[in-house]
């Protein structure tokens, strides 16, 4: 059942858990990295840019009917050089603060915590969103519980 506040990549990933599962095929105007990983890592069979041409739509919607993966061309693109570019790994003090994230601290007791200073923290923090490709704490958190980053 999918109630109120129940996000896309969440209803994608129950829809496609059902073993009658129809094809889910996203249509955004998002296009972080991030965003369609978790979209196809949670069972999307295509992700489309809402900015696509009608036609381009309607071809897209039945090649996913008959169980074809199919992308915007700026999202293929995007997968194709996030999949040849290799991902930098996260430091063992970048695992340090993305843990304290998932628990909800702020940045003053993220620093407190780990003994360093707030400044040394949004440092860890710019850097972790860059290697995840994300632009936020709660997107840095997801991606990493996505990657079992976090425990």
């Not at 489309?48 to 739509?57: D, F, H, Q, T």
């Amino acid at each position: 059942q999918l109630g109120p506040g129940t996000d896309g990549i969440e209803a994608t990933r129950r829809i496609t858990a059902r073993p009658d599962a129809p094809r889910v095929l996203v249509l955004t105007t998002y296009d972080t990295d991030a965003d369609i990983a978790r979209a196809l890592e949670a069972g999307a069979t295509g992700y489309l840019l809402k900015a696509e041409r009608p036609e381009e739509l309607f071809a897209a919607i039945h090649a996913a009917a008959r169980g074809r993966t199919t992308l915007s061309a700026p999202v293929a693109g995007r997968v194709v050089a996030a999949m040849r570019a290799p991902r930098p790994a996260l430091t063992a003090r970048e695992l340090d603060i993305l843990a304290q994230l998932a628990q909800g601290l702020a940045n003053r007791e993220i620093a407190r915590t780990l003994f360093i200073s707030e400044a040394t923290v949004k440092t860890h923090l710019s850097r972790i969103y860059d290697k995840l490709g994300v632009d936020n704490r709660a997107g840095a958190v997801a991606v990493a519980k996505e990657r079992r980053l976090l425990p």
